[in-house]
């Protein structure tokens, strides 16, 4: 039922950064959890990050702690992705997804969301 559009992706160097957005169709997204996952070519879709309704949890996923942090703008409809120090293996297509819930466990699992933007594609060169 929510519309997600992510931007912000590209070609970068390994070690520069990056700063993805999210922007959400409604005022309903505030209410709700929010999280990046990401899918790389012939893999599946693993979790990156997620933030709670009203940004006060966060939760990131192992092979980007102290690299990225999620945040959200609520007064925007939008959340973001800051990619700090990128690497080859954070290449991959990012996707941003509204909860089911303002937070639980299941945020960092598929299941947990109800519905997702196109993705955007990231790609970090050695």
């Known amino acids: 039922q929510v519309q997600l559009v992510e931007s912000g992706g590209g070609v970068v160097q390994a070690g520069d950064s990056l700063k993805l957005s999210c922007a959400t169709s409604?005022?309903?997204?505030?209410?709700?959890?929010m999280g990046w996952f990401r899918q790389a070519p012939g893999k599946e879709r693993s979790f990156v990050a997620a933030i709670s309704w009203n940004g006060g949890i966060t939760n990131y996923g192992d092979s980007v702690k102290g690299r990225f942090t999620i945040s959200r703008d609520n007064a925007k409809n939008t959340i973001y992705l800051q990619m700090n120090s990128l690497k080859p293996e954070d290449t991959a297509v990012y996707y941003c997804?509204?909860?089911?819930?303002?937070?639980?466990?299941?945020?960092?699992?598929?299941?947990?969301?109800?519905?997702w933007g196109q993705g955007v594609q990231v790609a970090v060169s050695s």
């Open positions: 997804g509204v909860g089911l819930s303002s937070w639980s466990s299941d945020i960092r699992f598929e299941y947990g969301y109800g519905d």
């Open positions: 409604g005022d309903v997204f505030k209410t709700y959890a």
